[in-house]
Structure formats: structure tokens, C-alpha cells
């Protein structure tokens, strides 16, 4: 299992930026698909954005064009730059490595205020 800590969340006003890291261990980073989730209280979590260990990107149609997620292998470590914060967008953020099993991070709170 992979394990995954997250940072960079925090409170934003509507319009502003983030930038979420997620830190994983392990020597096989490099070939392991990434992925950001969200949650809201009493909703499903809901993909947001993956990245292949190639590096093909997927992204939510409601965060296409706002939202980037990268990576970099040399820090064993995903990134989502979060831009153009909507309020709808607070929620408690998740790294995901879908080696196997999903192995998950411990969330991190991104609040945007209006």
C-alpha cells in the first residue's frame, strides 16, 4: 500500500487559488496512477482529476479548465493547481494511488468562501 499525505489546503475567497500537494512513499511512484478526489458532507466522494504514470490527465467537466493536476516523479509527488475557486469547490480533498487497491491520503479541507 501506498502511503499519501496531503497539504496545501486552506480558506480562499471565491476568484483565488490553491495549490494542493500530495506526498507519497514508496520507489515505484513513477509508474502508478494518481488521482484528487472530493468530498462534501453527506455526498459521495467524486473524482476531480487523475494523472497516468505517463502522464495523460482527466478532469471532472465541473473543474475542465480550472483545475491542473501534474506530477513529479524526481519528489514522488502530485500536485492540483486549483484556480478560479468557486464556493461549490469546499470540500475535504483526497489523494488517491491506484496501485491495486486504492490507497488513500488523510484529505485535506479547501474552503472558499463567497
Known amino acids: 500500500q501506498v502511503q499519501l499525505v496531503e497539504s496545501g489546503g486552506g480558506l480562499v475567497q471565491a476568484g483565488g487559488s490553491l495549490r494542493l500537494s500530495c506526498a507519497a512513499s514508496?520507489?515505484?511512484?513513477?509508474?502508478?496512477?494518481m488521482g484528487w478526489y472530493r468530498q462534501t458532507p453527506g455526498k459521495q466522494r467524486e473524482l476531480v482529476a487523475t494523472i497516468s504514470s505517463v502522464g495523460s490527465t482527466y478532469y471532472a467537466d465541473s473543474v475542465k479548465g480550472r483545475f491542473t493536476i501534474s506530477r513529479d516523479n524526481a519528489k514522488n509527488t502530485v500536485f492540483l493547481q486549483m484556480n478560479r475557486l468557486k464556493p461549490e469547490d469546499t470540500a475535504v480533498y483526497y489523494c488517491a494511488a491506484f496501485r491495486g487497491a486504492t490507497s488513500w491520503g488523510q484529505g485535506t479541507q479547501v474552503t472558499v468562501s463567497s
Open positions: 514508496g520507489s515505484m511512484f513513477s509508474t502508478i496512477a
